[in-house]
């Protein structure tokens, strides 16, 4: 049971000799113990160097996950990059634009899974077209049109000079 000295998790940490004889709990004075104190709950999600994400559930080497120095897994985060990025977006969506990630899929549905101006499908996910008055969501926009109407100001009168100059009129 750990005689080695090297931590069962996978982290390659030393770990310390019993001081004393348990001999209840299997420790025998002088032997090292199996885990790294707090380490024994990790071995769950860590096999061959890799770590399973705790939202996709895949198995991942360590480079795919951002470092977590105040604990986690081998001080890696819980989740892997993508599924981190994922949780992240959804969280400012939801804290900005008070829009759920079923609310956002509600309103994409409805858009028939386009963005509401141009109509291509999305390439990412669309970002959430609001009045920046009052705060309410008026649909779901690509990049390049929500950054052209944000240019014109959100302005309707601007937006219709725009189009009588782009038609020529």
Not at 30 to 52: A, F, I, M, P, Q
Not at 86 to 102: C, D, E, L
Not at 136 to 163: E, K, T, Y
Request: net charge positive; charged share 25%; proline share 3%.
């Amino acid at each position: 049971m750990g005689t080695d000295g090297i931590c069962a998790c996978g982290c390659g940490q030393t770990t310390s000799v019993w001081k004393r004889s348990q001999r209840s709990l299997g420790r025998v004075k002088g032997e090292h113990s199996e885990y790294v104190n707090g380490h024994r709950k990790r071995t769950r999600n860590v096999v061959d160097g890799k770590l399973r994400c705790g939202d996709c559930g895949e198995w991942k080497p360590l480079a795919d996950f951002y470092s977590n120095p105040n604990g986690g897994h081998l001080g890696k985060a819980h989740y892997c990059k993508p599924c981190q990025n994922a949780r992240s977006r959804w969280s400012h969506i939801r804290i900005r634009y008070g829009v759920t990630k079923a609310q956002y899929e509600e309103i994409l549905g409805r858009q028939g899974g386009v963005c509401a101006i141009c109509k291509e499908p999305p390439t990412k996910l669309l970002g959430v077209d609001h009045c920046h008055d009052s705060m309410q969501v008026r649909g779901l926009l690509c990049d390049n049109c929500n950054s052209g109407i944000g240019r014109l100001g959100d302005n309707a009168g601007r937006v219709r000079r725009a189009l009588a100059y782009l038609e020529g009129g």
